[in-house]
């Protein structure tokens, strides 16, 4: 579905969620086989996209100026958002541009507050690198227990969320970010022998799978406590996916089909009257 985001931006919330390292293979699977319930309740199926980056920060650094994953049967398709940039062909009337350098900040010029949920290491606030993508956000956040270390990072984060939304004026538009650090190395501790605390420690497609399932178990609330606001424009996706072994190659910041192709979805949740 094609969004006129020029009647969007000003009238919904925004929320983007980034699936950190979550494989388009592994998605489709999950999602395919009635493992996401909460997702299922707004998207049937996964669309592939090409990332444009093969790590957290290059992807994330190219989505904030505008540059979401593009779909694989259409480089050239129209983008959501977009900065000023001379040379750019994915833009159409329904694309909303931005004066600013990224889409964040255009945001908050249109009356946004921002809102930056962290998750892995590029947004930790601990050191100068670490501060980078956060410091585009007016309100960032980022602890221990939303983190990859922690199990339960997904609730501490839409948790951590709701707590500074509902601190805001109702009336203030937002939008959220939140990089979901679930699935993201070491996600062991997802496996179903997790009871023994999985004395292996391994991450493998089983826990990556097992890690996306716990995410979407989480998810539902946050979709709840929007529709509590007011219609909202969700845009997921992943900023790339990971090796467990594909053709000997392990983890990612390399050129694999497996990292290179993420899985996509948007789409507008009505308010509840």
């Not at 999602?31 to 996964?46: E, H, K, V």
């Not at 909303?96 to 930790?124: D, M, P, Q």
């Not at 956060?134 to 270390?149: A, I, K, N």
Request: charged share 20%.
């Amino acid at each position: 579905m094609i969004h006129d985001m020029n009647a969007i931006v000003g009238s919904h919330d925004i929320v983007l969620l980034t699936l950190d390292t979550l494989r388009f293979d592994v998605a489709q699977q999950e999602l395919a086989a009635g493992r996401l319930p909460n997702l299922a309740r707004f998207i049937s199926q996964w669309e592939p996209r090409h990332t444009p980056g093969s790590f957290t920060y290059a992807a994330h650094h190219a989505m904030f100026a505008g540059f979401f994953p593009t779909p694989v049967s259409d480089p050239l398709a129209p983008r959501l958002m977009a900065v000023d940039f001379h040379g750019s062909r994915s833009i159409s009337a329904q694309t909303k541009c931005f004066s600013k350098a990224t889409i964040v900040e255009g945001l908050a010029e249109a009356g946004y507050h921002t809102v930056c949920i962290g998750g892995v290491g590029f947004f930790n606030q601990q050191t100068e690198l670490g501060c980078t993508l956060p410091s585009l956000f007016q309100t960032r956040y980022w602890g221990e227990e939303t983190g990859v270390t922690d199990p339960k990072s997904t609730q501490h984060q839409i948790e951590q969320a709701k707590a500074i939304l509902g601190s805001r004026e109702r009336d203030e538009v937002a939008f959220l970010f939140i990089n979901i650090s679930a699935i993201h190395q070491p996600n062991y501790f997802y496996a179903d022998d997790a009871a023994t605390n999985n004395p292996t420690r391994q991450d493998s497609l089983a826990t990556h799978a097992a890690a996306l399932r716990y995410v979407d178990s989480q998810l539902g609330s946050l979709f709840d406590y929007f529709a509590t606001r007011r219609d909202t424009l969700f845009i997921l996706t992943s900023d790339h996916g990971t090796c467990y072994g594909d053709d000997g190659f392990e983890g990612h910041r390399l050129a694999h089909e497996v990292v290179w192709t993420v899985p996509y979805a948007d789409f507008v949740q009505e308010a509840r009257q």
